[in-house]
């Protein structure tokens, strides 16, 4: 059972800047994907920025976030991390942490209970 606990959620201004932090319980090396999603109000759960692949270091973002979120890693600290920018109230949500994990050919998805990120003046 791999667990995923989130900070660094809060209230910010338009403009302004956070950054989530995602503590992971299991090695990087048995992840095939890990990133961040969020859920807006009355909205679906949706991907914000994502690592993928084996090893990987193929980097997905919604187009909502580009050049804007930036997504990292520390394998050291098994923690991954996003950097928003540039906030604007759509991007309040609940953003969860996500991994992947896959376990002799079975494939296990894990998520953190969540961190609020609300934009607003």
């Known amino acids: 059972q791999v667990q995923l606990v989130e900070s660094g959620g809060g209230l910010v201004q338009p403009g302004g800047s956070l950054r989530l932090s995602c503590a992971v319980s299991?090695?990087?090396?048995?992840?095939?994907?890990m990133g961040w999603y969020r859920q807006g109000p009355g909205t679906q759960r949706e991907l914000v920025a994502t690592?993928?692949?084996?090893?990987?270091?193929?980097?997905k973002y919604a187009d909502s976030a580009k050049g804007r979120f930036t997504i990292s890693r520390d394998r050291d600290k098994n923690t991954v991390s996003l950097q928003m920018n540039s906030l604007k109230p759509e991007d309040t949500a609940v953003y969860y942490c996500y991994a992947g994990q896959r376990v002799d050919g079975i494939e296990y998805d894990y998520w953190g209970q969540g961190t609020q990120v609300t934009v607003s003046s």
């Open positions: 690592f993928t692949g084996d090893r990987d270091s193929y980097t």
């Open positions: 299991a090695s990087f090396y048995s992840m095939y994907a």
